[in-house]
């Protein structure tokens, strides 16, 4: 068991630009295929016991039921032979030409198969994230208009984001179905919007509700009923909203929120929004979402680029590390944290939307393998940190074992528990289910 986890990750990105065209595979553009041997290694190095990485679902999942596991089955193998926990990101901003994309109404019952034939096929992996930062993928694909769809509507947002977060629940009770004892850490984008002036102020409240709605379903936490209008507005229907009101996914979850210099913006009166750069910060975004949601967190995502000095990435670090312990001290269960990715990514500063090829040196390590200053901070952090965070743990602790303990009685023991206390989990609401209540938004 761990009471802390230091992970970093795999940069897997995969939508489609250019009119559904053009796949981005920041697999391929930061090297991974190539170099994935050595950077396990790295991992090792680092100090880390987690990563969170997963197949190019594009390459993997060929149709419904059937799959192409070659690389899979050697990258898990040799995460299970150095004993590291992989976080098992299945989806991760886009899906296989022939699913189409996030308007497919069959997308979540086709994922449902693959999430649970994955957990079949690798029945040693407890952890997982389903699906990547569902609300940035609909808001990118639909609203916005980048990827994917790539469409800009209110009812092309609400039906991206439905069929992600059902995707999500549906995937997560099919690995349960293997595997009960597992744990999924969402990575979601924790967003807020400052109002610029008073005339803005209707447009940004209306965002700060709306940039819970993808754990609000996920999680079963009813909306504002003006929320719930919107949305029925915008194509939810009832018996939709329902199925997700109807699910018991909490007692599963650590909720994991990302956060990045950009995850704030300033709403002008006239419905735009800009970067507003660093205001609040993690502890303060974080601590509005736990006060929501009252589940474990885990910062799951931040990074900043190494700049001209080179050492902004590290003062990034320091700042971020220093708002986990704040909140930590406040009595928020804060379980882990993340400097994503390992190695530097690729086109992220026009957001994926263009294979122009420029390299953001934003990883622990750059593409030549080479350490990065923030990789040698965050192994010094690692090393200065673990120890001190274990014997300030008073209770919690994950129910994580590493792959070779897998066979071990008391991981047997408790996934036999699990199994028990696993119960069928309602497709349909019950009558009325699809009614909001009257809470704050």
């Known amino acids: 068991m761990f009471t802390f986890v230091f992970a970093t990750g795999i940069e897997n990105s995969a939508p489609t630009i250019g009119e559904g065209r053009e796949r981005v595979d920041e697999l391929e553009k930061c090297g991974f295929y190539k170099h994935w041997r050595t950077d396990f290694d790295i991992v090792e190095d680092l100090g880390l016991r987690f990563l969170r990485y997963g197949p190019p679902l594009h390459r993997t999942w060929l149709g419904e039921g059937r799959y192409d596991w070659e690389f899979a089955d050697l990258t898990f193998a040799r995460l299970r032979e150095k004993n590291i926990v992989p976080i098992a990101d299945l989806c991760h901003f886009g899906v296989p030409d022939w699913v189409g994309d996030f308007q497919n109404p069959d997308f979540p019952r086709l994922f449902e198969r693959y999430a649970g034939d ?30 994917n769809e790539r469409l800009s509507s209110e009812r092309a947002f609400v039906t991206a984001l439905k069929h992600l977060v059902k995707a999500n629940v549906l995937a997560m009770n099919a690995i349960l179905d293997v595997r009960p004892d597992a744990l999924f850490i969402q990575s979601e984008s924790s967003e807020y919007f400052h109002a610029d002036s008073p005339d803005a102020i209707p447009r940004a409240e209306r965002y700060n509700a709306e940039r819970f709605l993808s754990l609000d379903l996920n999680y079963g936490h009813q909306v504002h009923a003006d929320t719930y209008a919107w949305l029925a507005g915008n194509g939810m229907a009832a018996d939709e909203y329902g199925f997700f009101m109807s699910q018991n996914m909490r007692r599963h979850c650590v909720m994991g929120t990302d956060y990045y210099v950009t995850n704030e913006h300033r709403v002008w009166a006239d419905g ?28 799951t995502e931040t990074n900043h680029a190494e700049g001209p000095s080179g050492d902004e990435a590290v ?41 122009n090829g420029q390299v953001n040196a934003l990883g622990l390590y750059d593409l030549d393998r080479n350490p990065r200053a923030v990789g040698r901070a965050y192994k010094q952090l690692i090393v200065n940190w673990r120890h001190v965070l274990a014997s300030q743990s008073a209770c919690l602790v994950l129910p994580v074992f590493q792959p070779s303990d897998q066979d071990e009685r008391v991981v047997r023991a408790q996934r036999e528990q699990a199994r028990q206390l696993r119960t069928p989990q309602p497709t349909a609401p019950h009558d009325g289910a699809g009614e909001p209540q009257a809470t704050a938004p």
Request: charged content about 20%.
């Open 118 to 147: 994955f957990a079949r096929r690798y029945n040693w992996v407890q952890l997982y994230t389903p699906v990547n930062e569902m609300f940035v993928c609909a808001t990118f694909s639909a609203r916005w208009g980048w990827w």
């Open 315 to 355: 003062f990034w670090l320091w700042k971020e590390w220093a708002n986990v312990l704040r909140i930590r001290n406040t009595g928020i269960p804060v379980v882990g944290f993340t400097w994503y990715s390992l190695t530097d990514q690729v086109d992220w500063d026009v957001a994926l939307r263009e294979n």
């Open 272 to 299: 735009r929004t800009t970067t507003a750069g660093e205001v609040f910060g993690y502890d303060e975004i974080t601590r509005q979402y736990h006060e929501r949601y009252r589940l474990p967190v885990m910062h």
